[in-house]
């Protein structure tokens, strides 16, 4: 059984940094893509960045990119995101995520994607 459990939310002011882990178990494929995504009230959940577990290709959404930092670590089969100078727009719950292969550019959106946490919220105030 595939588990995501993440860890690392909290409150923040604007301009500080966190950085969320997403402990991985039960998941075997090797080809395939890791993803954080976020949900903000009465919007719908997007992707943050995304991972291929085989190449390490890293995406990002344009709103993110130069302040987060998505990476893995294979051996405690481990996901990571560094995020930097946050600011009100990153409110959100943060949801670790998993598909099942077959994506080499891991672009499918999260409704395709099978394997989810539970999330874990980031309130960031001015």
């Known amino acids: 059984q595939v588990q995501l459990q993440e860890s690392g939310g909290g409150s923040v002011q604007a301009g500080g940094s966190l950085r969320l882990s997403c402990a991985v178990s039960?998941?075997?494929?090797?080809?395939?893509?890791m993803g954080w995504f976020r949900q903000a009230p009465g919007k719908e959940r997007e992707a943050v960045a995304r991972?291929?577990?085989?190449?390490?290709?890293?995406d990002y959404a344009n709103s993110v990119k130069g302040r987060f930092t998505i990476s893995q670590d294979k051996l405690k089969n481990t996901l990571y995101l560094q995020m930097n100078s946050l600011n009100g727009e990153d409110t959100a719950i943060y949801y670790c995520?998993?598909?099942?292969?077959?994506?080499?550019?891991?672009?499918?959106?999260?409704?395709?994607?099978?394997?989810w946490g539970q999330g874990t919220q980031v309130t960031v105030s001015s």
């Open positions: 991972i291929h577990r085989f190449s390490g290709g890293t």
């Open positions: 039960g998941y075997s494929y090797s080809k395939s893509c």
């Open positions: 995520a998993a598909d099942g292969g077959g994506d080499w550019f891991c672009t499918k959106p999260p409704g395709e994607w099978p394997y």
